[in-house]
Every structure is written in structure tokens, then in C-alpha cells.
């Protein structure tokens, strides 16, 4: 695609609820990333894949929260037994590698989740 | 750790003024540096990034941002700045593990 897709664009749930986010990213682009933003803060990274596999998971915040990416292109974030702590925008990214190393990283629109 | 720091919470200038935002980092080495702005419903984009070589970066929109080793700063500058421009900036940072530290932004606003 054009650029990189989540979907759905607001998610608003309740307490306990099991949620998924989903991203699209751009068409070749092997590495992909999931970010948390409060409102007032900067992005927070949660986890990076690179292909199928988790490279860097140090920034889920516990284990209610799982990523994977099966086919190395979509990906889902899941949220179990969701919190109103939980409420933020979720960003996802994906970038090429240049050089052996990831290259600029290109951001969706974000999911903005709401626990009531 | 690494850390970005961003002091200006708010930042209002008036349009055709020029800019300079803001930005320190905390890494043993030298990091990688990015600036990246948010418009409201928007995704990130990246303005400029800074790896290696000259210090002087030029970006998109006609941002630039120079990085000094000696204040580990890596502020970002607009010799005029046009209302379009008011949106939500953020500096940063990343080590070996090219994962990016993220300050808490700068909102800039432009007063006509």
C-alpha cells in the first residue's frame, strides 16, 4: 500500500475486555514496530519484529499485552483483560533495512483506544 | 538509558518568525538523531535524521537541526516559519539497538 494502515482508527471497550489492533504496513517493508502514546507524552515503544519473529519485546508492559505477525506483513496487537490505564494511541511503523540495519522508520495514523 | 529531553513544553511564535526548538539526548556514544512532527490526526512524519558525517542537517519543509556533541543537543530550526507549521514535534534518539527514545514533544503554535 501506500503508506502504512491501522485499523480501527478508534476502539473504545471496557474494563477486562480482550481488544486486537491491527497494522498494515507498507508493502516490502520487513521491519515493523508498535509504539504506545499517552496524551501529553512522546511515543513509547513497546516491541519490534523483524520478519515473523519478535526482535525486541523489552517494552511490552506486562504479559496482558502480545504482538505477532505470522506472514512477516500484518500485524496485530492484542490486549488482554484491558485496563483504563491501558487508554492510549497505539502507533505502528515499518521501515526497509539500509545497509543491514533498519532505515527510516514510516508511522500510521494510530488506533486510539479507550477503556471505560 | 537513554533519554530525550525537550524543555519547551509550548512554543509560540508568531508566523514568518524564525524557530528553534529544542532538543538534548543522553547516550554514551554518538546516536542516532531524529525529528519527527505530528499533525493533529496525522502519523508521525520524519523532517531529518542525523547518523553520521556533517553536523548541519537539512530536512523536509525547510527544517534544519544541527547536532553539537560537546551540549549533546540536537535542536531544530525554520528561518521563517508559515502557520501550516503549527503541529506537535518530537525529538529522537536512538543507540546500537535502533530502537528510538522519544521525548514528550514540543507543541508549537503560530500566531498569525
Known amino acids: 500500500g501506500a503508506g502504512v494502515s491501522q485499523t480501527p482508527s478508534n476502539k473504545v471497550t471496557e474494563k477486562g475486555k480482550y481488544v486486537e489492533l491491527r497494522c498494515d504496513p507498507i508493502s516490502g517493508h520487513t521491519a515493523l514496530y508498535w509504539y504506545r502514546q499517552s496524551l501529553g507524552q512522546g511515543p513509547e515503544f513497546l516491541i519490534y519484529?523483524?520478519?515473523?519473529?519478535?526482535?525486541?519485546d523489552s517494552g511490552l508492559p506486562n504479559d496482558r499485552f502480545f504482538a505477532v505477525r505470522p506472514e512477516g506483513s500484518v500485524s496485530t496487537l492484542k490486549i488482554q483483560r484491558t485496563e483504563r490505564g491501558d487508554s492510549a494511541v497505539y502507533l505502528c511503523a515499518s521501515s526497509s533495512l539500509a545497509g543491514g540495519r533498519p532505515d527510516t522508520q514510516y508511522f500510521g495514523p494510530g488506533t486510539r483506544l479507550t477503556v471505560l | 538509558a537513554q533519554s530525550v529531553t525537550q524543555p519547551d513544553i509550548h512554543i509560540t511564535v508568531s508566523e514568518g518568525a524564525s524557530l528553534e526548538l529544542r532538543c538534548n539526548y543522553s547516550?554514551?556514544?554518538?546516536?542516532?538523531l531524529f525529528w519527527y512532527v505530528q499533525s493533529p490526526g496525522q502519523g508521525l512524519q520524519l523532517l531529518l535524521k542525523y547518523f553520521s558525517g556533517d553536523t548541519l542537517v537539512q530536512g523536509i519543509k525547510g527544517f534544519e537541526a544541527e547536532f553539537k556533541r560537546s551540549q549533546s543537543s540536537f535542536n531544530l530550526r525554520k528561518p521563517s516559519v508559515h502557520w501550516s507549521d503549527a503541529a506537535e514535534y518530537f525529538c529522537?534518539?536512538?543507540?546500537?539497538?535502533?530502537?528510538?527514545?522519544f521525548g514528550r514533544g514540543t507543541s508549537l503554535i503560530v500566531h498569525p
Open positions: 547516550y554514551g556514544a554518538t546516536p542516532y
Open positions: 529522537a534518539s536512538s543507540g546500537g539497538s535502533y530502537i528510538p527514545t
Open positions: 519484529f523483524q520478519g515473523t519473529g519478535a526482535a525486541d
